[in-house]
Nanobody
Framework: QVQLVESGGGLVQAGGSLRLSCAAS????????IGWFRQAPGKQRELVAM???????NYPDSVKGRFTISKDNAKNAVYLQMNSLKPEDTAVYYC?????????WGQGTQVTVSS
């Protein structure tokens, strides 16, 4: 059974930092592209960071320079370091692992940034 378990969310003031973790079981993170997505109330879920199997990363302009995705193959985990947080970063953050024929989501972790 595949599980992705996010942790590390919480309440932080604007300008602060948080580090989210996504612990995987049932799959090997080194074999999957992994993405961090977020969904704010009333908005569509959006991609905020992605790391492919080669280690190449990609970010939308809204978080580029502030968010960093990384993975630790030994721990079978993926991380999202979020710096210079803004109130508009408030959302539930999810990790996702996918490839042809497979698509896995975690349960999400709430990030709230106060102004």
């Amino acid at each position: 059974q595949v599980q992705l378990v996010e942790s590390g969310g919480g309440l932080v003031q604007a300008g602060g930092s948080l580090r989210l973790s996504c612990a995987a079981s049932g799959i090997t993170v080194s074999a999957y592209p992994i993405g961090w997505f977020r969904q704010a109330p009333g908005k569509q879920r959006e991609l905020v960071a992605m790391i492919v199997t080669s280690g190449t990363t990609n970010y939308p302009d809204s978080v580029k320079g502030r968010f960093t995705i990384s993975k630790d193959n030994a721990k079978n985990a993926v991380y999202l370091q979020m710096n210079s947080l803004k109130p508009e970063d408030t959302a539930v953050y999810y990790c996702r692992a996918w490839r042809m024929g497979s698509n896995y989501w975690g349960q999400g972790t709430q990030v709230t940034v106060s102004s």
